[in-house]
């Protein structure tokens, strides 16, 4: 996953130090999710989203070349349970 967390850091004139303050991690943190080597939960996504004052859609660029088609494929089992 690619991310734009150095471009939103640089308008708000943020340090890693800094928002990785704000999103309650360590620096070493925002620098591996800034070189794309570490994927973020949902919940450290969203922070550092409103961190940023952005959405998570807008901060992160999801790679989709694992599934060609995109589309979430349910095993015949699985479809029940979603409803």
């Known amino acids: 996953m690619k991310t734009r967390i150095k471009e939103f850091r640089a ?17 070493e943190t925002i620098l591996f999710l800034e070189k794309g080597k ?10 550092i989203a409103r961190a940023l004052h952005t959405t998570i859609d807008e901060l992160f660029i999801f790679d989709d070349t694992g599934d060609e088609s995109g589309d979430l494929q349910l095993k015949p089992h699985d479809q029940d349970s979603v409803y």
């Open 11 to 27: 308008r708000y004139d943020l340090t890693q130090e800094e928002l990785a303050k704000m999103v309650g991690v360590r620096r």
């Open 38 to 47: 570490y994927n973020p939960s949902l919940k450290l996504a969203h922070s």
